[in-house]
T-cell receptor
Framework: DQQVKQNSPSLSVQEGRISILNCDYT??????FLWYKKYPAEGPTFLIS?????DKNEDGRFTVFLNKSAKHLSLHIVPSQPGDSAVYFC??????????????FGTGTRLQVTL | DTGVSQDPRHKITKRGQNVTFRCDPI?????LYWYRQTLGQGPEFLTY????????KSRLLSDRFSAERPKGSFSTLEIQRTEQGDSAMYLC???????????????FGSGTRLTVV
């Protein structure tokens, strides 16, 4: 039961253009969403997050949009840079008592930014 | 502070052997988590500690797996009688209590890659 889905395993974008990574979820108890970036042989690194009470959060080149009614979120990177090439994971936290500390991750999208 | 440290970085073991991994969290973090990541998948939650107490365990954590966090500092994850299906990246993360910080203060280590042959 994949509660967080990233349906695009890979994405290729030219340098300077916008990268849009998508994530869908099924669990209505998720109240907080995060994006992580992972380089090979390293652990995931936090990128940006959004609470379910908001629909947008922006941090520099990174913006996350949340559409609760569609259970969909997206990460926009503008402009894309070669150093952004990595695997991006969408993650979600449930408001359920007892699961308050664990994150549920998607399967990741590999972004390649080409010159 | 050097972040979350995991040791070893890589471990190759024969099926049936026991292995133990160590995680040293960020010193002021009272929560510590173990996740497992297999090829093509995202990290999956295994267990977490608040100080020395193990508060939640996933059903993924079979009887062959045991985790400890003595004195609320470093943690160990032991796998007994390893199987080929245990081959994965084992990730440790630490944080302050949930709700403090934009990402719940989750900082991951670089992981231990286990290969069971």
């Amino acid at each position: 039961d994949q509660q967080v889905k990233q349906n695009s395993p890979s994405l290729s974008v030219q340098e300077g253009r916008i990268s849009i990574l998508n994530c869908d979820y099924t669990n209505s108890m998720f109240d907080y969403f995060l994006w992580y970036k992972k380089y090979p042989a390293e652990g995931p690194t936090f990128l940006i997050s959004i609470s379910s009470i908001k629909d947008k959060n922006e941090d520099g080149r990174f913006t996350v949009f949340l559409n609760k009614s569609a259970k969909h979120l997206s990460l926009h990177i503008v402009p894309s840079q070669p150093g952004d090439s990595a695997v991006y994971f969408c993650a979600a936290r449930s408001v359920d008592t007892g699961t308050a500390s664990k994150l549920t991750f998607g399967t990741g999208t590999r972004l390649q930014v080409t010159l | 502070d050097t972040g979350v440290s995991q040791d070893p970085r890589h471990k190759i073991t024969k099926r049936g052997q026991n292995v133990t991994f160590r995680c040293d969290p960020i010193s002021e973090h009272n929560r510590l988590y173990w996740y497992r990541q297999t090829l093509g998948q995202g990290p999956e939650f295994l267990t977490y500690f608040q100080n020395e107490a193990q508060l939640e365990k996933s059903r993924l954590l079979s009887d062959r797996f045991s985790a400890e966090r003595p004195k609320g500092s470093f943690s160990t994850l032991e796998i007994q009688r390893t199987e080929q299906g245990d081959s994965a990246m084992y990730l440790c993360a630490s944080s302050l209590e949930a709700g403090r910080g934009a990402n719940y203060g989750y900082t991951f280590g670089s992981g231990t890659r286990l290969t069971v042959v």
